[in-house]
């Protein structure tokens, strides 16, 4: 008899113990959710994986097709009715054009990975404000590929497009680009555009004071003109023109000089 309650004991002891209907819900909820988060996460992960796959097809075609619709350029196109761009190979341009824009806007771009943190850090105007630090090729991503904000997704996107910029462009097509996608007056994209509406000359004949003018409007380009430069632009286009002179020399211009 003892035995047998021994082995009813045991068989007690190890019978699973039957959940009530409080317990019974719990492990359903809990199931249930763990199913969802599964299912959540599969599709994050393959949203994740299709977007980071157009992306790279997207920069990669426009290494050799021109982003001739940008998100700025038709949101302007559609609010003035009209505007100008005419698209310009870099080899088209006057040289020293290409080098004023990288000495005003992003000197150390030869040398960089598209993040030039020194730059950063001592990227400050002439009246001590800080003039933003964004290199040529963050320029490129937001204005090609994004939309005008200040939000951190933007920001984000904004610094993944720019590796990816820099993986598979040369640097003299991030240049050309820049080059033909900046806006240099309301309406006016491009420094061909920008030539004829100011100087009425050729990309070709720009000459290194029209192209240190054009260069020191930037990144403010609806605040200032080219053709009727105010004391700061004058100021401004003196230094475009040394810093211009000074890359050539000093060889940060190498890595997008055609030719």
């Not at 002439?126 to 904000?149: H, Y």
């Not at 640097?171 to 996608?181: D, Q, S």
């Not at 290194?208 to 401004?236: C, D, E, F, M, N």
Request: aromatic content about 12%.
């Amino acid at each position: 008899m003892a035995d047998d309650d021994a082995a009813k004991l045991r068989k007690k002891i190890r019978e699973p113990r039957k959940k009530g209907r409080v317990g019974k819900a719990a492990d359903g909820f809990t199931s249930v959710w763990r199913r969802w988060t599964r299912r959540v996460f599969k599709w994050v992960f393959f949203g994740a994986m299709i977007g980071v796959a157009i992306s790279v097809v997207l920069v990669v075609m426009l290494r050799f097709v021109n982003p001739y619709m940008t998100y700025y350029y038709v949101a302007e196109r559609m609010r003035l009715g009209e505007v100008s761009r005419d698209w310009t190979p870099l080899e088209e341009f006057s040289p020293v054009m290409a080098r004023s824009v990288v000495a005003a806007e992003d000197a150390n771009f030869c040398s960089h990975f598209g993040f030039d943190i020194e730059g950063i850090k001592v990227a400050l105007a002439d009246d001590g404000r800080v003039r933003g630090g964004s290199t040529i090729s963050q320029q490129v991503a937001k204005n090609v590929f994004l939309w005008q904000g200040r939000t951190w997704v933007r920001k984000g996107m904004e610094a993944w497009f720019t590796l990816l910029i820099e993986v598979f462009w040369p640097k003299a097509r991030i240049v050309e680009v820049y080059l033909n996608i900046a806006e240099m007056d309301e309406g006016v994209f491009g420094a061909a555009a920008a030539g004829r509406h100011y100087f009425g000359v050729e990309p070709n004949k720009i000459t290194s004071v029209q192209a240190g003018r054009l260069a020191a409007i930037l990144p403010s380009p609806k605040k200032r003109s080219a053709s009727r430069a105010t004391s700061y632009t004058k100021k401004r286009t003196r230094q475009i023109i040394s810093g211009a002179r000074t890359i050539a020399a000093d060889g940060r211009a190498d890595c997008f000089e055609s030719g």
